[in-house]
């Protein structure tokens, strides 16, 4: 991905020169319009935590999957597998490419934020999905599938909320005992967002890169964040990655998978090129869905959907449950909506109003005493994440004017010319900065002063562009 990226920039580089080709591309980029969202009436979480008793639990369904098409099974293929043999890399996995996570759940944070989620469905049904806490300002924010809050049933024409939403985190519904069941307790929903693009048509909108959701829960003596922690979002446009699965698939009649244990699916991710070869049949769309992410490693199942997609070593979560194959199906797949600025951007903004997401900033420094023309200066670019996520594919420009030429550039993947570099830096945390590191050489014609301008790419959810863009000035010496 930060190959496809760099060699865009440099493309860009090429065909039109200079920096006016990417300031215009950032520009559009910073200034695109936030996604509407629609939230969902307000809601009483103890109506919800009295709701959810042990036995509605137990009798809660694992919620229909998004309408899918039938995937293309290799002509090699002789039986039925969920994900073929060569392609299960999780240890200990199954024939879903799934295994059980170490009890207690409480003793990874990947698991203690990962939860049940129960809810009475649109048809008035006892349904339930999987979701996860999510870093925020006020604490009480739970991410899942759209598909898990909102949907059209059967013989409506339009869509409605779900209700009586119940979170909980490291659910264990084999334990003995409610403290064991729900080490955590019942968090109920107050309130919930989906993108206003989601529509809950044809079975949830089955190929939609806006199948995300935030529910807020109700207040207690803590937080919610405080309780368990929370999964850092990642900003992306989908990508490769190795992620982490977890969730609570839920398909009745099959062990472990009927909804109480906690299972998890290690996953190498690419962009969602199958489900948008079914796209390009029915339109001449891009051979890509930009936003999804598809895994042939792990298989889909009920109850899954919403459950969270994190970057392998890390609390970054890339992406959100949406789709995939049924249970059973050769060749199995599953697929996950990234964490856009279009869809989760658009939905966190009401959801979180008071939160600060997307601040990027870019110092710049230099060397302090002057340089002699035809020597070699060395300028640093430091980016900072201010806000509640995480970036990745951050893309940062250098630029020097003439009387200079940018010999090296290090600390990201960057595409080089005399006077410019189009980087991507892999990802940008909070709390943990990321130097890029340039050479200058002063040619014979460099002024008394050459400026080094760095710039980092600008969002919709930047509450301030002032800090994008930094000079270091070297001092010349006659």
Same mark, same amino acid.
């Given at each position: 991905?930060?190959?496809?990226?760099?060699?865009?920039?440099?493309?860009?580089?090429?065909?039109?020169?200079?920096?006016?080709?990417?300031?215009?591309?950032?520009?559009?980029?910073?200034?695109?319009?936030?996604?509407?969202?629609?939230?969902?009436?307000?809601?009483?979480?103890?109506?919800?935590?009295?709701?959810?008793?042990?036995?509605? +639990?137990?009798?809660?369904?694992?919620?229909?999957?998004?309408?899918?098409? /039938?995937?293309?099974?290799?002509?090699?293929?002789?039986?039925?597998?969920?994900?073929?043999?060569? +392609?299960?890399?999780?240890?200990?996995?199954?024939?879903?490419?799934?295994? /059980?996570?170490?009890?207690?759940? *409480?003793?990874?944070?990947?698991?203690?934020? *990962?939860?049940?989620?129960?809810?009475?469905?649109?048809?008035?049904?006892?349904?339930?999905?999987?979701?996860?806490?999510?870093?925020?300002?006020?604490?009480?924010?739970?991410?899942?599938?759209?598909?898990?809050?909102?949907?059209?049933?059967? =013989?409506?024409?339009?869509?409605?909320?779900?209700?009586?939403?119940?979170?909980? /985190?490291?659910?264990?519904?084999?334990?003995?005992?409610?403290?064991?069941?729900?080490?955590?307790? &019942?968090?109920?929903?107050? &309130?919930?967002?989906?993108?206003?693009?989601?529509?809950?048509?044809?079975?949830?909108?089955?190929?939609?890169?806006?199948?995300?959701?935030?529910?807020?829960?109700? &207040?207690?003596?803590?937080?919610?964040?405080?309780?368990?922690?929370?999964?850092?979002?990642?900003?992306?446009?989908?990508?490769?990655?190795?992620?982490?699965?977890?969730?609570?698939?839920?398909?009745?009649?099959?062990?472990?998978?009927?909804?109480?244990?906690?299972?998890?699916?290690?996953?190498?991710?690419?962009?969602?090129?199958?489900?948008?070869?079914?796209?390009?049949?029915?339109?001449?769309?891009?051979?890509?869905?930009?936003?999804?992410?598809?895994?042939?490693?792990?298989?889909?199942?009920?109850?899954?959907?919403?459950?969270?997609?994190?970057?392998?070593?890390?609390?970054?979560?890339?992406?959100?449950?949406?789709?995939?194959?049924?249970? =059973?199906?050769?060749?199995?797949?599953?697929?996950?909506?990234?964490?856009?600025?279009?869809?989760?951007?658009?939905?966190?903004?009401?959801?979180?109003?008071?939160?600060?997401?997307?601040?990027?900033?870019?110092?710049?420094?230099?060397?302090?005493? /002057?340089?002699?023309?035809?020597?070699?200066?060395?300028?640093?670019?430091?980016?900072?994440?201010?806000?509640?996520?995480?970036?990745?594919?951050?893309?940062?420009?250098?630029?020097?004017?003439? =009387?200079?030429?940018?010999?090296?550039?290090?600390?990201?993947?960057?595409?080089?010319?005399?006077?410019?570099?189009?980087?991507?830096?892999?990802?940008?945390?909070?709390?943990?900065?990321?130097?890029?590191?340039?050479?200058?050489?002063?040619?014979?014609?460099?002024?008394?002063?050459?400026?080094?301008?760095?710039?980092?790419?600008?969002?919709?959810?930047?509450?301030?562009?002032?800090?994008?863009?930094?000079?270091? &000035?070297?001092?010349?010496?006659?």
């Amino acid at each position: 991905m930060a190959r496809t990226l760099v060699s865009t920039l440099v493309t860009a580089l090429a065909a039109l020169g200079g920096l006016a080709t990417t300031t215009s591309l950032e520009s559009s980029a910073a200034t695109r319009a936030l996604g509407g969202a629609e939230a969902s009436p307000l809601m009483r979480p103890r109506q919800a935590i009295r709701y959810w008793t042990p036995a509605r +639990q137990a009798g809660a369904g694992a919620a229909e999957l998004p309408a899918t098409r /039938p995937p293309l099974v290799p002509a090699s293929a002789r039986r039925l597998l969920s994900v073929p043999d060569d +392609q299960r890399i999780t240890p200990g996995g199954d024939d879903n490419g799934y295994a /059980p996570v170490r009890r207690p759940y *409480t003793g990874t944070a990947r698991s203690r934020v *990962t939860g049940r989620l129960f809810f009475v469905n649109a048809a008035g049904q006892g349904d339930s999905c999987s979701a996860s806490v999510v870093r925020s300002a006020s604490g009480l924010l739970v991410v899942t599938a759209a598909h898990c809050v909102y949907s059209v049933p059967e =013989g409506a024409e339009h869509g409605q909320w779900h209700t009586n939403f119940a979170f909980v /985190p490291a659910y264990d519904g084999r334990a003995t005992g409610e403290r064991q069941r729900e080490p955590y307790g &019942r968090w109920g929903g107050r &309130r919930a967002w989906k993108p206003g693009a989601y529509t809950g048509l044809a079975g949830g909108d089955w190929n939609s890169v806006y199948d995300v959701a935030l529910i807020e829960v109700g &207040r207690r003596e803590r937080t919610l964040q405080d309780a368990v922690g929370a999964l850092t979002p990642l900003r992306s446009q989908g990508g490769r990655h190795t992620v982490i699965s977890t969730g609570y698939p839920g398909v009745l009649g099959r062990k472990p998978y009927d909804g109480r244990d906690q299972l998890w699916c290690l996953a190498r991710t690419q962009p969602a090129r199958a489900l948008a070869a079914v796209n390009a049949a029915v339109s001449s769309a891009a051979t890509e869905l930009v936003g999804k992410l598809e895994t042939y490693n792990c298989h889909l199942s009920k109850g899954h959907s919403g459950g969270p997609w994190v970057v392998q070593g890390t609390r970054d979560l890339v992406g959100v449950l949406s789709a995939g194959t049924e249970d =059973g199906e050769a060749d199995g797949y599953s697929v996950a909506n990234a964490l856009n600025v279009e869809s989760y951007g658009a939905i966190v903004k009401k959801a979180d109003p008071r939160g600060v997401y997307d601040a990027l900033s870019v110092a710049a420094t230099g060397p302090t005493v /002057p340089v002699r023309r035809g020597r070699t200066a060395t300028v640093t670019a430091t980016v900072t994440m201010r806000g509640l996520l995480a970036a990745a594919q951050v893309p940062v420009t250098l630029r020097v004017p003439d =009387g200079a030429a940018l010999t090296a550039v290090t600390g990201a993947a960057c595409a080089r010319t005399a006077q410019q570099a189009a980087c991507a830096i892999d990802a940008v945390r909070p709390g943990h900065p990321v130097r890029l590191t340039a050479r200058v050489r002063l040619t014979a014609g460099a002024p008394r002063q050459v400026p080094v301008t760095a710039h980092v790419t600008a969002t919709a959810l930047d509450p301030s562009q002032r800090d994008n863009t930094a000079v270091a &000035r070297i001092p010349v010496q006659d």
